[in-house]
């Protein structure tokens, strides 16, 4: 699991029609139907934002039709495409409302939003990072004043002052396990959910992990949609060109890709063919759909593989504060009694406690001190990492057992 409860390795898991694994091949055989007028506004609220996407005075159409034969759509196709973005966003809902961990199966984990605590994520980048151990940052960041002015999830395109120009290219940074997947995943839930965010017309998660399976075939930029959102395969070219849309690339630390920003192919057309890494360098240099919004996530150490020039705000995902800490352990545990017993021991163990700042290492806590003081425990809580390390390794090893019950893992 990436973020809390999934470790930082394990991002979604799915396949790619009848060849690689993606994950929203679940949805490629729904069919959508709208369930409320509420939806319907909503689409139709989409659609009306059409003209409003590209720049002024820039022409978002050139690459593959006009403004008036989108203006003079006919009512057929303006309810196909309403179809086609509830559609979007339910796979898109289906896909980011639950998280899975331990023994649970893909699809039965918990309910995102009901262990959902907000991150601290500020504007900017830690002047120092370790690029060897970023774990050696988490200690000289619990001991920072906190000055920054944080800035919620929901709001990185937000523009903060009169002075600040509209935002574009947003690069998340962050430690292993901090939450920065777990931020794409709330982000695309509330947008889909129709709470935050809408204004935009389509949120394109793609995982650089699962770009990878693909990084030796030709795709153009609308093929390479069809691919992982299959509930877009009705959408035309001249659709991208006007719609304001919203690419996430999270895990710029897994890809494989080389992105010469330097020396590359020049596209300006959705429908032209190349590497996916060409696709991705002019997406993110504004040469294809200079008007959609790009959000790359990162590991510090591999951020670097983005020029300053192509990025208009960069941002750090610094985990919990202390009281986001106390946050997260009420909101996993229903037990008040529970929660309190393992706040306290948190807070007695200097090293637990700072490493508590990332929100993973909070799940593992939880799984062990939960499997501790719910059972007959004779031995002394763990109060260093390595203790903590060793119990958990126990924990996964018994969970392990009665989900196989000693047969062999499926696909060894």
């Given at each position: 699991?990436?973020?809390?409860?999934?470790m930082?390795?394990?991002?979604?898991?799915s396949?790619?029609?009848?060849?690689?694994?993606?994950?929203?091949?679940?949805?490629?055989?729904?069919?959508?139907n709208?369930?409320?007028?509420?939806?319907?506004?909503?689409?139709?609220?989409?659609?009306?934002?059409?003209?409003?996407?590209?720049?002024?005075g820039?022409?978002?159409?050139?690459?593959?039709?006009?403004?008036?034969g989108?203006?003079?759509?006919?009512?057929?196709q303006?309810?196909?495409?309403?179809?086609?973005?509830?559609?979007?966003?339910?796979?898109?809902?289906?896909r980011?409302?639950?998280?899975?961990?331990?023994?649970?199966?893909?699809?039965?984990?918990?309910?995102?939003?009901?262990?959902y605590?907000?991150?601290?994520?500020?504007?900017?980048?830690?002047?120092?990072?370790?690029?060897?151990?970023?774990?050696?940052?988490?200690?000289?960041?619990?001991?920072?004043?906190?000055?920054?002015?944080?800035?919620?999830?929901?709001?990185i395109?937000?523009?903060?002052?009169?002075?600040?120009?509209?935002?574009?290219?947003v690069?998340?940074?962050?430690?292993a396990?901090?939450?920065?997947?777990f931020?794409?995943?709330?982000?695309?839930?509330?947008?889909?959910?129709?709470?935050?965010?809408?204004d935009?017309?389509l949120?394109?998660?793609?995982?650089?992990?699962?770009?990878?399976?693909?990084?030796d075939?030709?795709?153009?930029?609308?093929?390479?949609?069809?691919?992982?959102?299959?509930?877009l395969?009705?959408?035309?070219?001249?659709?991208?060109?006007?719609?304001?849309?919203?690419?996430?690339?999270?895990?710029?630390d897994?890809?494989?890709?080389?992105?010469?920003?330097?020396?590359?192919?020049?596209?300006?057309?959705?429908?032209?063919?190349?590497?996916?890494?060409?696709?991705?360098?002019?997406?993110?240099?504004?040469?294809?759909?200079?008007?959609?919004?790009?959000?790359?996530?990162?590991?510090?150490?591999?951020?670097?593989?983005?020029?300053?020039?192509?990025?208009?705000?960069?941002?750090?995902?610094?985990?919990?504060t202390?009281?986001?800490?106390?946050?997260y352990?009420?909101?996993?545990?229903?037990?008040?009694?529970?929660?309190?017993?393992?706040?306290?021991?948190?807070?007695?163990?200097r090293?637990l406690?700072?490493?508590?700042?990332?929100?993973?290492?909070?799940?593992?806590?939880?799984?062990?001190?939960?499997?501790?003081?719910?059972?007959?425990?004779?031995?002394?809580?763990?109060?260093?990492?390595?203790?903590?390390?060793?119990?958990?390794?126990?924990?996964?090893i018994?969970?392990?057992?009665q989900?196989?019950?000693?047969?062999?893992?499926?696909?060894?």
């Amino acid at each position: 699991m990436r973020g809390w409860k999934r470790m930082d390795e394990d991002r979604a898991e799915s396949t790619v029609p009848s060849r690689v694994s993606l994950k929203s091949d679940r949805s490629k055989d729904d069919v959508f139907n709208f369930r409320s007028s509420e939806e319907i506004e909503r689409g139709e609220h989409i659609l009306s934002n059409w003209d409003q996407s590209a720049p002024p005075g820039e022409s978002s159409c050139s690459q593959s039709g006009s403004r008036s034969g989108d203006a003079e759509m006919k009512p057929k196709q303006r309810s196909d495409l309403q179809e086609v973005i509830e559609g979007h966003k339910m796979s898109l809902k289906r896909r980011c409302e639950h998280v899975t961990e331990g023994t649970h199966e893909a699809g039965s984990g918990t309910l995102l939003n009901k262990i959902y605590t907000e991150l601290y994520i500020t504007e900017g980048q830690s002047e120092e990072v370790d690029t060897q151990h970023e774990v050696r940052q988490l200690e000289r960041t619990s001991k920072k004043n906190i000055q920054d002015t944080p800035i919620k999830c929901q709001d990185i395109f937000k523009v903060l002052s009169e002075q600040q120009r509209h935002i574009r290219v947003v690069l998340t940074n962050g430690v292993a396990g901090v939450g920065k997947t777990f931020s794409v995943q709330k982000f695309s839930l509330d947008w889909a959910e129709g709470l935050e965010n809408q204004d935009i017309s389509l949120v394109l998660p793609l995982s650089c992990r699962e770009l990878n399976l693909i990084r030796d075939e030709q795709h153009s930029l609308l093929s390479l949609l069809h691919v992982f959102h299959p509930t877009l395969q009705k959408i035309r070219a001249e659709d991208l060109t006007v719609w304001k849309l919203l690419f996430i690339f999270d895990g710029l630390d897994e890809s494989r890709f080389s992105l010469g920003f330097n020396k590359h192919q020049v596209i300006s057309d959705v429908t032209q063919v190349s590497s996916v890494e060409v696709l991705l360098v002019n997406l993110i240099q504004g040469n294809l759909l200079p008007s959609a919004l790009i959000w790359i996530t990162s590991r510090p150490a591999a951020a670097y593989q983005i020029p300053p020039s192509c990025v208009d705000r960069i941002t750090e995902v610094r985990g919990f504060t202390d009281s986001q800490k106390e946050e997260y352990f009420r909101r996993r545990f229903s037990d008040e009694d529970l929660s309190k017993r393992i706040i306290s021991h948190i807070k007695a163990s200097r090293s637990l406690h700072i490493m508590c700042l990332i929100p993973v290492f909070c799940w593992i806590t939880a799984i062990v001190l939960e499997d501790m003081m719910t059972r007959d425990q004779r031995g002394e809580l763990p109060k260093t990492l390595t203790d903590l390390y060793s119990h958990f390794l126990r924990v996964q090893i018994k969970r392990k057992k009665q989900k196989y019950g000693g047969k062999q893992r499926p696909g060894n």
